[in-house]
């Protein structure tokens, strides 16, 4: 890894509060389990996370919090806060606490992959902003150590707020250098690919660094009709309903950006999770940095499914296939009632138990080819 790597952007602009309770209403995240049969893909092939953790690279993590106990693996603070104590990754915002239960809560909260470890690595500060050289430091740290602690998923709920349709304008970039080597190890970054689709003008495209095309990136949809939601940016949703795309959700489709398109898409709007208020609060929020724990946890439950088969963890390539192949298609315009333009093109949501039984018959077809005998030549 060079010494010297220019970094494209340099400030985080600051993600949003959630709104927090005192305590849950319910104990499983319905919202995004029920769209994507996450409990029904971990009863069915005994998956859960378990020997695996989660790096989540947010605002830090209440890790007292009972969703997590005994669970946090590691962690480190690459902010000031705290006095820049590099031990406290205390969560000032909620937003991290939010996005970490989203994945694996495992109390009062049930997240998608319940049995995994989570490293919260703070680099937002309680504002929830900061810099993309404490992500450039965080994923460095992941390369370094990440392996020992059994990390084989990134969740990175942030972006710059951008609009890329290529990620050709990033050469040698340091945050895409570390996605690259992690990707190599087959550790899996996935990253959130903003919510500025108003703000854009309904123009597609993501953020940095979703952008990139070793990350897995993500967008939003509604898990079913919770009513209407307008959001700061602008964007209004007047009803909602199972798989409409969120009209803050940026996208990218691939016959207009190919290997960097948006790669998949889940339920982020609203999701319950993990609070800070408490060692039992709730919080809840909307955004793709909610979709993207989602799809972070599903990745967990197939490399967990792998590992269990291998040994070893997977091909990030083939992981995506997996995701991608085994998706519920949705149509961006068909039945959105929003205020934003629509592509009317065909985008991919996550299917959790789908994708596990695609890895699954993907790996009995495998086993059945190396057990086969060759087939003998005949001869006229």
């Known amino acids: 890894m060079p010494n010297l790597e220019p970094l494209f952007v340099s400030r985080i602009p600051p993600v949003e509060r959630p709104v927090q309770r005192d305590k849950p209403l319910l104990k499983e995240i319905v919202e995004a389990d029920r769209l994507i049969r996450a409990s ?51 969560d000032g915002n909620g937003h991290g606490t939010n996005v970490a239960g989203i994945v694996c809560a495992n109390k009062d909260h049930v997240g998608i992959a319940p049995g995994a470890h989570v490293v919260p690595l703070k680099v937002l500060s309680n504002e929830g902003g900061g810099s993309f050289e404490a992500i450039k430091d965080a994923l460095q740290w992941l390369l370094d150590n990440g392996e020992k602690h059994n990390v084989s998923v990134v969740c990175m709920s942030l972006g710059d707020s951008g609009n890329y349709i290529n990620d050709t304008g990033f050469p040698l ?40 095309r070793d990350t897995i990136s993500v967008g939003a949809v509604y898990d079913l009709n919770e009513g209407s939601f307008s959001y700061n940016s602008g964007a209004t949703a007047f009803s909602t309903g199972e798989d409409r795309i969120t009209p803050f959700s940026q996208r990218l489709h691939d016959s207009v950006a190919g290997a960097v398109a948006t790669d998949i898409f889940a339920p982020g709007a609203p999701i319950r999770s993990s609070g800070i208020s408490n060692d039992r609060g709730e919080s809840i929020q909307h955004g793709t940095s909610q979709a993207t724990p989602v799809v972070a946890g599903v990745v967990l439950l197939l490399q967990e499914l792998f590992v269990n088969a291998h040994g070893r963890l997977p091909a990030v390539d083939d992981v995506v296939q997996w995701l991608r192949s085994s998706a ?32 699954s018959r993907s790996m009995a077809t495998a086993e059945l080819m190396a057990g086969s005998p060759s087939i003998p030549r005949t001869h006229a």
């Open 40 to 90: 029904r893909g971990r009863e069915h092939f005994k998956v859960s996370g378990k020997g695996l953790a989660v790096a989540v690279l947010d605002t830090g993590l209440r890790t007292t919090h009972v969703d997590f106990n005994g669970r946090v693996a590691a962690q480190r603070n690459f902010t000031s806060d705290d006095g820049g104590d590099v031990d406290n990754v205390s």
């Open 173 to 212: 970039d340091a945050i895409q250098e570390r996605i690259r080597s992690l990707k190599a190890k087959g550790i899996a970054c996935c990253v959130a690919a903003g919510n500025d689709y108003y703000t854009h003008n309904s123009k597609q495209g993501m953020s940095y660094p979703a952008i990139f």
């Open 328 to 359: 519920v298609s949705i149509v961006d315009g068909d039945d959105e009632h929003d205020n934003v333009d629509h592509t009317n093109l065909t985008f991919r949501r996550v299917d959790a138990l789908a994708a596990l039984e695609t890895l």
